[in-house]
């Protein structure tokens, strides 16, 4: 089994930044691929960036290249989502999620955290 707690959501202005956080734990935590998933109000939960165990492949959807980056530190078993540029659209609850490949799909997803807020006003 494995657990995940995301923290670091707040409330910020268009164009700052903002730091996610997960933390896994779970003896098989480390050996899984991380992903990041947002779902805003009246829609599906949205892919928004993936890496794989080892942390040396990454995947974003395309509205966030080049403003967000996943990373992962496994000695702390925990994946960070770096979030740059914000936007109004990027309003959601972000989610991690572990699984063992690195998937797109949330229901290819075996475990997910909690959720935090991420509100971006314009």
């Known amino acids: 089994q494995v657990q995940l707690v995301e923290s670091g959501g707040g409330l910020v202005q268009a164009g700052g930044s903002l730091r996610l956080s997960c933390a896994a734990s779970?003896?098989?935590?480390?050996?899984?691929?991380m992903g990041w998933f947002r779902e805003a109000p009246g829609n599906d939960r949205e892919f928004v960036a993936v890496i794989s165990w080892g942390g040396g492949r990454m995947n974003y959807v395309d509205s966030v290249k080049g403003r967000f980056t996943i990373s992962r530190d496994n000695a702390k078993n925990t994946v960070y989502l770096q979030m740059n540029s914000l936007k109004a659209e990027d309003t959601a609850v972000y989610y991690c999620?572990?699984?063992?490949?690195?998937?797109?799909?949330?229901?290819?997803?075996?475990?997910w955290g909690q959720g935090t807020q991420v509100t971006v006003s314009s």
């Open positions: 999620a572990a699984g063992p490949d690195m998937y797109y799909l949330s229901s290819d997803y075996d475990y």
């Open positions: 779970g003896r098989t935590a480390i050996s899984l691929a």
